[in-house]
């Protein structure tokens, strides 16, 4: 199954964490200092917040979450063959678990 991510900075990590908690019925899936992320049944929606109180409001980052190393080489494969430029990650230490990861910045979108 694949959900979006959509990852914020906050403020306040325990006043976030009780507002989402209550606002989608669930409690975080992974607690960390500073870090926490909710795994949103319905809608299926991977939530992480991250406390940077100087950025608080603002988006960290946006993305699409799949289970398989092998669905990012697919999605990235998809992405140059439509002459996207791309940048890949492979086996990193990120939100505290071992990640494969295929990006695209905004600039890589400008114009379409």
């Not at 230490?93 to 890589?108: G, H, I, N, P, R």
Request: hydrophobic fraction near 40%; include cysteine; charge should be negative.
């Amino acid at each position: 199954m694949s959900r979006i991510q959509l990852a914020l900075n906050v403020s306040n990590l325990d006043e976030s964490v009780a507002f989402y908690s209550q606002l989608f019925g669930v409690e975080p899936a992974k607690r960390r200092p500073g870090y926490a992320n909710f795994a949103v049944a319905e809608p299926p929606l991977k939530l992480v917040l991250i406390e940077n109180a100087s950025e608080a409001g603002t988006l960290n980052h946006l993305g699409v979450e799949v289970e398989t190393a092998t669905e990012v080489a697919t999605a990235e494969s998809r992405l140059q063959g439509r002459g996207l430029e791309t940048e890949t990650e492979n086996k990193v230490s990120c939100c505290y678990a071992l990640q494969d990861k295929v990006w695209l910045t905004l600039t890589a979108l400008k114009g379409r």
